[in-house]
């Protein structure tokens, strides 16, 4: 997994072919909704897009798979659960020694077999080639489980069972399936996923790698080498990538297409460089692939020659809920320990609990992993439900769990003081851990960019489309006069966004906070198209405040709507739930509107100016800019 993809797309500026608008027309703030009922069908309709957050960015309230929260599992696929819990909980306390693992950076023979017993490095294999036949949600009920006792190994478990699986599973052909898939289960190969090269970081699509076709046309010949690699010292079969060489039939000239193959040790070529020497995830061990003169059957080309990137990105895609679940596990874990010594460390005779600074630490760590629990089970229930439109929330789940972790994990190293410090409280090594999450699968900083861009993009077609309809303004007379019709009511103050119907009446004004928040962020998309038109995709001080304004709409619908489900349910946990909702909005609300003004203040892009100037300073003198007030020579 440390192949830190992807999301080049971001860096391919000519993709985004946005023109500044002649007229000002823009569909945002409406109160129209794509399901007018919060238990209507999720019945697709034609090139509709049911994502909530690609058309947040278009000023439109899609809510099909926002609400109600959903409730993917059966009663049978629940009872499957709960027979697995019980025998994943006795692995990682019995079996398991998550310090051992640290301190010798491996993971001996007899775990590594259990693992394989349990079937926890199968989870999404269909039984009948091996595997446990998972849904995502099952999937997530277990990496749950993991990441709250050893998250090194379940990053080893999930570099196998998720991307050093899934291209086979998304995109193999049926006899790829019936070869590798067996192996990847039963026959107990380790599986890995080989992107990022030397040179290639988040701009997954500049490989070098190369594969040429023999002259007998029956294989190719690869060369090249992939960094970074987890489980690359363990896997035998490889989702690998390569650049091929195809000639376009009309005009014949040649063109690299990034292609992807299945590639096995057995075919000779194939070798690791020793483990990497990491800060954590010591015991997922992490190596440099080589591949010199590979020979690669055509048959094992997976997909299409040319789609490598699409698929890529997909395999990522698909997994990448996976890492907020680990966290989910190993943030509950963390608030569990820092609570029980606040309730027992007795403190100027008071119990820390009692501190109003402890009480405040301790209920954004538990609201904190609240919103990050709900996310993952909010991607991956809607995955199971068929969605296909999901990147965006992908995208989102992975910065918010992997940065939600890192706080909450440093913010109980707080509070147990000196203890928390100390390796006997196991929170060194989560921190450890963690610290990579925020880097891998997408680096936080690409992946925000590609939420904005992305959505802007999107917002940029609604415009050129009403564009269009202007320029024969009688053939389309309905769209014109209805876009008309939401500007003016948004001029003067109707067809505001409201949530009210979709939530419990005590989250009513929670959810008009995220309303708020909602309405002038269309607004704001819409006057950065209109001001910067294609240069916004140079504008990344902007588009950074865009991408934590989605972020944190997102965040506040999703709770919104399973605080709403525990209120609807009667669950037990229902009061708190609401709390921490309540909580979540109005600092999230209070968020958005200050990145909001950061993006629309001069005083704040006078002082984006500043940083840049500073910022190239440094690297001019390949350090800081100034000396020190007492430097002697």
């Not at 349990?118 to 080639?129: D, K």
């Not at 509107?593 to 002082?607: T, W």
Request: aromatic share 8%.
């Amino acid at each position: 997994m440390l192949h830190s993809a992807i999301w080049p797309v971001v860096t391919r500026k000519s993709r985004l072919v946005l023109r500044p608008p002649t007229v000002a027309l823009f569909t945002s703030n409406t109160t129209h909704f794509a399901e007018a009922n919060p238990s209507a069908s999720l019945e697709r309709k034609p090139n509709t897009n049911r994502s909530f957050m690609m058309n947040l960015f278009s000023g439109k309230l899609q809510t099909s798979e926002l609400f109600p929260y959903p409730e993917p599992l059966n009663e049978e696929q629940k009872e499957y659960a709960r027979a697995l819990v019980d025998p994943v909980h006795r692995f990682f306390t019995k079996v398991n020694d998550a310090v051992r693992n640290d301190d010798t950076s491996n993971v001996d023979s007899k775990t590594i077999d259990a693992l394989w017993d349990l079937g926890l490095l199968s989870v999404y294999v269909p039984p009948e080639l091996g595997g446990l036949g998972l849904c995502n949600v099952q999937s997530v009920l277990m990496a749950e489980i993991s990441g709250g006792y050893d998250l090194s190994l379940s990053l080893m478990i999930g570099a196998h069972k998720s991307i050093g699986t899934k291209g086979i599973l998304l995109y193999g052909s049926e006899q790829q399936k019936q070869k590798y898939l067996p192996m990847l289960s039963t026959g107990r190969v380790f599986g890995a996923f080989a992107l990022t090269e030397p040179g290639s970081g988040s701009d997954a699509a500049s490989i070098k790698t190369k594969a040429v076709l023999s002259s007998c046309g029956k294989y190719y010949l690869m060369n090249g080498s992939k960094l970074w690699i987890s489980g690359g010292g363990l896997a035998d079969v490889f989702t690998t990538f390569a650049q091929v060489e195809v000639v376009d039939p009309q005009t014949g000239e040649k063109r690299n297409k990034m292609t992807a193959f299945i590639v096995e040790r057995s075919f000779g070529g194939v070798s690791t460089g020793p483990p990497e020497d990491k800060m954590g995830l010591k015991c997922s061990v992490t190596n440099e692939l080589f591949l010199d003169d590979v020979r690669v059957p055509v048959e094992n080309v997976l997909g299409e020659i040319g789609c490598g990137f699409k698929i890529a990105v997909n395999i990522l895609n698909s997994g990448r809920y996976g890492l907020g679940a680990m966290l989910s596990g190993t943030m509950k874990t963390c608030i569990e320990k820092a609570t029980e010594h606040v309730t027992s460390r007795v403190q100027f005779k008071r119990h820390l609990i009692e501190f109003e600074n402890v009480q405040e630490k301790l209920a954004m760590m538990a609201t904190h992993h609240y919103v990050a629990q709900s996310l993952t089970y909010m991607v991956s229930g809607n995955m199971d439900q068929g969605s296909v439109d999901f990147h965006l929330e992908a995208a989102v789940s992975k910065v918010f769990c992997t940065e939600a972790a890192w706080y909450v994990c440093d913010e109980a190293i707080q509070l147990l003081g000196g203890n928390g410090f100390m390796k006997s409280s196991g929170l060194e090594r989560f921190l450890r851990d963690i610290r990579v999450f925020r880097i891998f699968e997408g680096a936080n900083d690409v992946l925000r960019m590609f939420i904005a861009l992305t959505g802007i993009q999107q917002a940029g077609k609604s415009l050129q489309e009403i564009q269009k309809s202007l320029k024969n303004p009688l053939g389309n007379i309905g769209v014109i006069l209805a876009e008309g019709s939401r500007r003016f009511e948004r001029k003067v103050g109707m067809g505001r966004t409201d949530l009210s119907p979709f939530v419990a009446k005590e989250l009513h004004n929670a959810a008009k906070q995220c309303a708020e928040s909602i309405d002038i962020f269309s607004q704001t998309v819409e006057s950065l198209l209109l001001k910067h038109g294609k240069a916004i995709t140079e504008r990344q001080f902007l588009l950074a405040r865009v991408a934590d304004s989605a972020i944190d709409i997102y965040a506040m619908a999703t709770t919104l709507s399973r605080a709403s489900r525990a209120v609807r349910l009667g669950l037990p946990s229902a009061e708190q739930e609401v709390l921490m909702t309540q909580i979540w909005c109005k600092e999230a609300n209070e968020r958005v509107l200050s990145s909001v003004n950061r993006i629309h203040s001069r005083a704040s892009q006078e002082n984006y100016r500043r940083m840049a100037t500073i910022a190239k300073t440094v690297s001019e003198r390949r350090g800081l800019p100034y000396t020190n007030p007492n430097e002697i020579d």
